[in-house]
């Protein structure tokens, strides 16, 4: 049998649940993971199921295509095995690439990356690339920083990358790229309360005595760093706390971050809703 992931957002009415899952019955299919949500505040509805089947995927979606006319469902489909194209962006920042490759390299994140993207050589990177992933020098030209993209937008086209992740990329992607790549664009940003923006954010936050750190992933929008978010964490420091100490801990911070929202991107478990996220749990 094939496992699929189906997940659906429309208008909230009765009887979507029970549409769904009889048509998934009616072809044979054994549900295994359920999760849905209605939002009060917009009148959305979210839904997201893994089921198991043996029939054709083909007659399945002309058979669901029902609900879809019906419900006006906003709905994807997708054999839960299949590796998503991702392609990586990098600086100087190498933690979250490193770590991004060594998941996937252990099968915890079901990804194929076709090739990375740095603005800088690969000799600034501190790491050894995995063998057969390519690596693309597209130095930016600040006063032509369209030509850049350009490329970057050849690349995603030509490898047919679904995801583009941000992997402590130093670069402010344009409004008009961040558009065409909505909602598959994935950032890592240092997050701090207060927050603390430019260069060495780190230091700024020991000068000020902060008492936590942490980390936000979103997705890219035209607004910088303020995407639907995906996923956050923090951690306590102290006034023992170096400056070091708290690069240290931030890169670990990132790390677990990036990697949490690109599993669920994956995974399909993200959701758009609005400004804001549906993320049903792993």
């Known amino acids: 049998m094939t496992q699929y992931i189906l997940t659906l957002r429309c208008r909230n009415r009765s009887g979507i649940v029970a549409a769904v899952a009889t048509r998934i019955a ?31 995927e083909d007659a399945f979606r002309a058979g669901i295509a ?16 299949t590796k998503r194209k991702v392609l990586l962006l ?32 690969q000799d600034a990177l501190n790491l050894t690339l995995m063998e057969g992933i390519p690596y693309h020098h597209l130095p930016v030209d600040k006063e032509a920083k369209h030509v850049q993209e350009g490329q970057v ?11 583009v992740v941000l992997a402590r990329y130093m670069q402010v992607l344009s409004d008009e790229f961040s558009a065409w790549l909505s909602g598959r664009c994935i950032n890592i940003h240092h997050s701090f309360l207060p927050g603390f923006k430019g260069a060495k954010p780190y230091h700024k936050a020991h000068e000020r005595g902060v008492k936590m ?70």
Do not use: W
């Open 213 to 282: 750190i942490g980390a936000t992933a979103h997705y890219v929008t035209g607004d910088l760093d303020e995407g639907p978010i995906i996923c956050q964490d923090v951690e306590a420091v102290s006034h023992a706390d170096r400056p070091d100490d708290l690069v240290r801990k931030g890169r670990d911070i990132e790390r677990r971050v990036l990697a949490r929202a690109v599993a669920s991107h994956l995974e399909d478990r993200v959701l758009i809703n609005g400004q804001k996220t549906v993320v049903f749990a792993r």
């Open 153 to 163: 937008r050849a690349l995603i086209e030509e490898t047919g990358a679904e995801l």
């Open 66 to 81: 029902e609900e879809v006319s019906r419900f006006d469902l906003d709905l994807t489909l997708r054999p839960a095995g």
């Open 26 to 56: 009616s072809y044979g299919g054994d549900i295994t993971e359920a999760h849905q949500f209605d939002d009060a505040e917009t009148g959305m509805f979210f839904m997201r199921v893994e089921f198991a089947m043996e029939g054709p």
């Open 90 to 121: 990098v600086s100087k920042f190498d933690h979250c690439l490193g770590d991004l490759l060594y998941r996937m390299r252990l099968g915890e994140l079901n990804m194929q990356a076709v090739g990375i993207v740095g603005n800088h050589p």
